[in-house]
């Protein structure tokens, strides 16, 4: 994809006056939503909370039993998503800041929710991003499910960026793991004098990450004062950050040479400049919006408070829809029924239904 010819965006209004339904209100800066097999809701709160929203709207107390999280920041408790056969055997899978030595670092852990609801069981940590520094700020942390792996999208801690091109961490990187934790002996670069667990590298600050019907990885991530992307994702391949860039600095100037493109290192897919500050991420399939929806892939917006419709042309975007949300947009997803509901991100934070025309 390094010859790919990146797409500037160019959001457009919606021609359509959208409804949003509020399911719930009143989360404390929510990050991730899943949805349980009963028709309810599991939330996590980045300020350290996971909790269980029914279907009206209820919101239940904190599940007991999660890890000491290093709350802070852009820190706290991120991801959580269920395993594929979690009606049966009740497992999920989260990630979270995690406090070491003299810094934090993002964690990934397995747990079983309880009979009752209550409370996780066998809790397990599966990885710990290397090395683990004094940062309040980019975490990454989105987590894709797989049959046989688990893929962790992992930030640059803000201060490490340089760290993005090297092999022998985690910063700036996805990384790929068994279900189990453990290493896949194909990994790129498991046979290399580098951090065996690395899929990719050269990555800001992944906050979207989702598999398409094919099986493919594409994720969004912040650049810095414009720059923010949709990539697809290729085990092995660099990513470029901080080498090249649409973005630049904050207050001004150019990041590194001010470059956008070097060879060895891929294009996105899509960028924005301005920055949206995407986050969340989800393909869409059967749903009750219209066939034309059918393929889309819908990306949040923290900074402008919208739901980006990218419409796909195999991978190319070729256009986007704005759908507007009025507040910052922190997780998107698609419920098995069809339904497309937001978490959105403050300290009266909600979860938001989008009603079909």
């Known amino acids: 994809m390094s010859a790919t010819q990146a797409v500037k965006a160019n959001p457009q209004p919606s021609g359509k006056k959208w409804q949003w339904q509020t399911v719930a209100q009143g989360l404390n800066h929510p990050w991730a939503l899943a949805f349980l097999p009963d028709g309810r809701f599991l939330v996590s709160e980045r300020s350290g909370n996971l909790r269980i929203i029914g279907?009206?709207?209820?919101?239940?107390?904190?599940?007991?039993?999660?890890?000491?999280?290093?709350?802070?920041?852009?820190?706290?408790?991120?991801?959580?998503?269920?395993?594929?056969?979690?009606?049966?055997?009740?497992?999920?899978?989260?990630?979270?800041?995690?406090?070491?030595?003299?810094?934090?670092?993002?964690?990934?852990?397995?747990?079983?929710?309880?009979?009752?609801?209550?409370?996780?069981?066998?809790v397990k940590t599966l990885f710990s991003q290397r090395p683990k520094i004094d940062s309040s700020a980019h975490f990454g942390c989105r987590i894709v499910l797989t049959p046989q792996h688990i893929?962790?999208?992992?930030?640059?801690?803000?201060?490490?960026?340089?760290?993005?091109?090297?092999?022998?961490?985690?910063?700036?990187?996805?990384?790929?793991?068994?279900?189990?934790?453990?290493?896949?002996?194909?990994?790129?670069?498991?046979?290399?004098?580098?951090?065996?667990?690395?899929?990719?590298?050269?990555?800001?600050?992944?906050?979207?990450?989702?598999?398409?019907?094919?099986?493919?990885?594409?994720?969004?991530?912040?650049g810095a004062q414009g720059g923010d992307e949709i990539n697809l994702i290729e085990g092995g391949k660099n990513y470029g950050w901080p080498v090249i860039t649409y973005g630049t600095d904050y207050g001004g100037g150019k990041i590194g040479e001010g470059i956008t493109a070097k060879a060895g290192m891929e294009q996105p897919l899509y960028y924005w400049n301005p920055s949206i500050a995407p986050s969340g991420l989800t393909f869409v399939g059967s749903n009750p919006y219209g066939s034309d929806w059918q393929g889309n892939l819908l990306a949040g917006s923290l900074k402008f408070g919208y739901v980006a419709r990218l419409k796909l042309d195999n991978t190319r975007v070729s256009g986007e829809e704005k759908i507007e949300v009025g507040e910052r947009v922190r997780d998107v997803r698609q419920a098995p029924d069809g339904f497309v509901y937001v978490l959105t991100d403050s300290g009266n934070g909600k979860l938001l239904k989008l009603l079909p025309q």
């Open 55 to 122: 279907a009206q709207g209820q919101i239940g107390a904190p599940i007991a039993g999660l890890p000491n999280i290093d709350v802070g920041g852009q820190g706290g408790l991120l991801d959580v998503v269920l395993d594929e056969q979690f009606a049966q055997n009740r497992r999920l899978y989260f990630c979270f800041s995690e406090a070491g030595g003299s810094g934090n670092s993002t964690a990934l852990a397995e747990a079983k929710l309880s009979a009752d609801n209550r409370r996780l069981e066998q």
């Open 151 to 222: 893929y962790l999208g992992l930030g640059d801690r803000y201060s490490q960026k340089d760290q993005a091109q090297k092999l022998d961490n985690h910063i700036g990187k996805i990384v790929r793991l068994n279900r189990n934790g453990g290493t896949p002996s194909d990994n790129p670069f498991a046979k290399q004098n580098a951090a065996a667990e690395i899929w990719s590298y050269g990555h800001r600050n992944i906050q979207g990450m989702t598999a398409d019907a094919r099986g493919r990885l594409w994720t969004s991530e912040h």
